[in-house]
């Protein structure tokens, strides 16, 4: 296992973990529930400290699976979390993440997002997400689901050019970012936030993944993590439930995926060719 653990910069310079854990359908199960935790704490005891969830995952569910995993580490986890956009007016915003805080039993969001675009406008989130900040509720705020117009109007309103992330479907078969988004955020220093990075498990079984596993001494899942993890300022949150699952994430930061590996996954994966829309889950 290496020492170093690999990260990506948010734009105030502040240096969180490329790899995290996401939560994505925890928390809707009481069957479930002690190995969802258990699945987090091995997470953080492996060095995995960023938590993403969000108040729609198990309707809150998820948010008290992670207060629980965190008990008593607080201080040593990145938290994230997002406000629907049906909350997301200004009142809307500040009333969700004080549930959300109430759930995950803190007093403040490390990063919180919007988890997509609504109707309500992007000024009156902003302006939710700077008094958050002012009185200490949360650290940083970001977006999830803009593509690269949203992102341009959004550096148009009035404290928008303080987001911090942008959380975007991106894996080997969702590569449509690639085009515009992923280089613009690139460009202006903001970190993406990539959810699905192994499309929900459906990437596992591709034949050219698990031939370049081989040759690693890796695990499907692990060559996709490490693709994503290559580049400069992209987090990948896969979410894990079985021990092993998680210890083969955690693996992923151990591979140097070659120039020839990256062949045979441009051949098998083609890069977008021009702008696609942003695909969602």
């Not at 039993?105 to 990063?111: A, E, F, P, S």
């Not at 919180?112 to 009156?124: E, I, Q």
């Not at 009185?135 to 593509?147: E, P, T, Y």
Request: with cysteine; net charge positive; charged share 25%.
């Amino acid at each position: 296992m290496t020492s170093a653990f690999r990260t990506a910069l948010l734009p105030s310079g502040e240096a969180v973990p490329a790899l995290g854990l996401g939560t994505w359908n925890m928390g809707e199960s009481r069957a479930r529930h002690d190995a969802e935790v258990a699945a987090l704490r091995l997470g953080l005891d492996l060095g995995l400290t960023l938590i993403d969830t969000a108040e729609m995952y198990g309707s809150g569910g998820a948010e008290r699976v992670v207060a629980e995993a965190i008990a008593g580490r607080r201080d040593s986890v990145f938290l994230v979390s997002k406000v629907l956009p049906q909350n997301a007016s200004r009142k809307g915003t500040l009333t969700a993440c004080e549930r959300s805080l109430k759930r995950l039993h803190t007093d403040r969001i490390d990063l919180y997002l919007l988890h997509w675009r609504g109707s309500y406008p992007l000024a009156d989130t902003v302006a939710a997400f700077e008094e958050l900040q002012r009185a200490g509720k949360i650290r940083h705020w970001g977006v999830s689901n803009l593509d690269s117009d949203d992102m341009d109007e959004l550096g148009r309103v009035p404290g928008g050019g303080a987001c911090a992330a942008n959380q975007v479907l991106h894996n080997l078969s969702r590569r449509g970012i690639e085009h515009d988004l992923l280089p613009r955020c690139q460009r202006t220093g903001l970190p993406v936030m990539a959810y699905s990075p192994i499309e929900q498990g459906r990437l596992l079984k591709h034949a050219t993944l698990k031939a370049i596993a081989a040759r690693h001494q890796a695990t499907p899942a692990g060559i996709a993590l490490a693709w994503l993890l290559r580049r400069p300022g992209v987090i990948a949150i896969p979410k894990a439930t079985n021990p092993q699952h998680v210890h083969d994430n955690r693996a992923a930061l151990d591979v140097a995926l070659t120039e020839t590996d990256l062949a045979e996954l441009d051949r098998a994966f083609p890069p977008p060719k021009g702008p696609r829309p942003l695909e969602m889950l």
